[in-house]
């Protein structure tokens, strides 16, 4: 089930994404495929700590969800179903 973009928890997700260029940017670059943080250094042009902490801070809001946790490098990392709503109401509203 998707979650009610008029709930709180959806509003209070989407205006955090808003406050951030670097978190949009996240979300647009990994809705098109699954990447690590490496690839998505690579495409943004920015610090690997940067991208890091977003994804962090994105997979805390359950955002960015990270599919193989258990690995030390190579981590792959995708949209949740909020992080998709999210993403569909920067791209197309």
Same mark, same amino acid.
């Given at each position: 089930? #998707?979650?009610? @973009?008029? +709930?709180? @928890?959806?509003?209070?997700?989407?205006?955090?994404?808003?406050? +951030?260029? =670097? &978190?949009?940017?996240?979300?647009?670059?990994? %809705?098109? +495929? &699954?990447?690590?943080?490496?690839?998505?250094? %690579? @495409?943004?042009?920015?610090?690997?700590?940067?991208? +890091? &902490?977003? #994804?962090?801070?994105? *997979?805390?809001?359950?955002?960015?969800?990270?599919?193989? %946790? =258990?690995?030390?490098? /190579?981590? !792959?990392? *995708? !949209?949740?179903? !909020? /992080?998709? !709503?999210?993403?569909? %109401?920067?791209?197309?509203?």
């Amino acid at each position: 089930m #998707l979650p009610d @973009t008029n +709930s709180p @928890t959806y509003i209070d997700a989407f205006a955090y994404v808003k406050r +951030s260029k =670097n &978190r949009q940017k996240v979300i647009k670059i990994i %809705e098109k +495929s &699954r990447m690590t943080p490496s690839e998505i250094t %690579e @495409t943004m042009n920015v610090r690997f700590s940067l991208v +890091s &902490r977003v #994804l962090r801070e994105l *997979k805390d809001k359950d955002i960015v969800v990270c599919l193989n %946790e =258990n690995e030390k490098t /190579g981590k !792959l990392y *995708k !949209l949740t179903r !909020l /992080g998709l !709503l999210i993403y569909y %109401e920067l791209q197309y509203k």
